[in-house]
Nanobody
């Protein structure tokens, strides 16, 4: 059972990237999924979550209006479209699935539900 993030890279401020989170060893369509990021010297931050069927979505205040989360259960893949990137978005981005609580994207406290994270991908926003 594994989730792995892909798609990071170096981008200039104002640029965009699309990250993918691919599940292996299990079917993701039964789980809410969360995207997280961690910058050097900072705590892990919950960026966005999406419910199992995609009808509930949350964004952190720092990315709302710039990032869009989506999922394609047929491909066992979730996405994070990141537009208008800023230097403060620089971090390792990773994804995780609800460990079975049913509250993986239930309310604004959703990040505390998640307990483990897959291999992340580095996003660097710099000129």
């Amino acid at each position: 059972v594994q989730l792995q993030a892909f798609g990071g890279g170096l981008v200039q401020p104002g640029g965009y990237l699309r990250l993918s989170c691919v599940g292996s060893g299990f079917t993701v369509d039964n789980y809410a999924i969360g995207w997280f990021r961690q910058a050097p010297g900072k705590e892990r931050e919950g960026v966005s979550c999406i419910s199992s069927n995609g009808d509930v979505i949350y964004y952190s205040d720092s990315v709302r209006g710039r990032f869009t989360i989506s999922r394609d259960n047929a491909k066992n893949t979730m996405y994070l479209q990141m537009n208008n990137l800023k230097p403060d978005d620089t971090a390792v981005y990773s994804c995780s699935h609800d460990p079975g609580t049913g509250k993986g994207c239930y309310d604004k406290e959703w990040p505390v539900v998640y307990k483990s994270w897959g291999q992340g991908t580095q996003v660097t926003v710099s000129s």
